[in-house]
């Protein structure tokens, strides 16, 4: 199931929406990171530059067989040989991946979905004890150009709420702002 509020606009306007590198340099993602999974690579917005830092290979889904032709091109293109992106239902079917087979698993602009607790579950479990579930998502506190409607987009106390009650992530308080219209959340993995 697509989840709600999940459409995209234009690939070049998405692209003004983020300073890509300053998110990517406060959530700590660096040579140091192995394997990463992603939920949503969408344009490869983030996918592309990740897998360029990291030093294991990017693992990325969608359920759009276009978004997953656009992401491939541009890894392709870029000459990245660390990237498996794949057409999949992650909701429903989750990630196709071991028990903390990953260092981190990236929740970006995902979590005004339905039933977040749950996804936050499956992205625990790929996780090894000690990585991150790393999670961006739009500010709830001013106008955004876009993003979810307020009913639905999450304050980031929510999602270290529904992270904490998994019982398998745990969050030191911090919250990451990523100006102008993002805040970011390490919640490390039990
Ligand atoms: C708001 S976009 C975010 C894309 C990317 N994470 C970013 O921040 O640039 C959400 C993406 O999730 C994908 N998506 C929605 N439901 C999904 C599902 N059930 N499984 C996998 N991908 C899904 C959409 O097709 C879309 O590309």
Redesign the pocket.
Same mark, same amino acid.
């Given at each position: @199931?697509? #989840?709600r509020d999940?459409g @995209?606009p234009d690939e070049a306007y998405?692209a003004t929406l983020f300073d890509t590198e300053l998110i990517l340099d406060r959530l700590e993602i660096d040579a140091t990171v192995q394997d990463v999974a992603? #939920?949503?690579?969408?344009?490869g917005? +983030?996918s592309i530059p990740v897998a360029k830092r990291i030093s294991g290979r990017l693992l990325t889904?969608? &359920?759009?067989p276009e @978004?997953v032709s656009r992401t491939s091109a541009r890894a392709r293109e870029a000459g990245l040989e660390n990237v498996l992106c794949l057409v999949?239902?992650? +909701?429903?079917d989750g990630f196709d991946v071991d028990d903390a087979s990953h260092d981190a698993c990236l929740l +970006?602009? &995902?979590l005004h979905c339905e039933e977040p607790a749950r996804l936050l579950t499956e992205a625990a479990r790929v996780v090894r004890p000690g990585g991150y579930v790393l999670a961006i998502h739009w500010r709830c506190d001013v106008e955004t150009p876009r993003g979810p409607s307020l009913d639905i987009r999450p304050q980031p106390e929510r999602i270290v709420s529904w992270a904490r009650d998994t019982s398998l992530l745990k969050h030191d308080g911090l919250i990451l702002d990523l100006p102008p219209w993002h805040y970011g959340l390490r919640i490390q993995r039990i």
């Open positions: @199931m697509k #989840l999940s @995209m998405w992603e #939920l949503g690579c969408g344009y917005t +983030f889904y969608d &359920i759009d @978004m999949r239902d992650v +909701f429903a +970006f602009n &995902i």
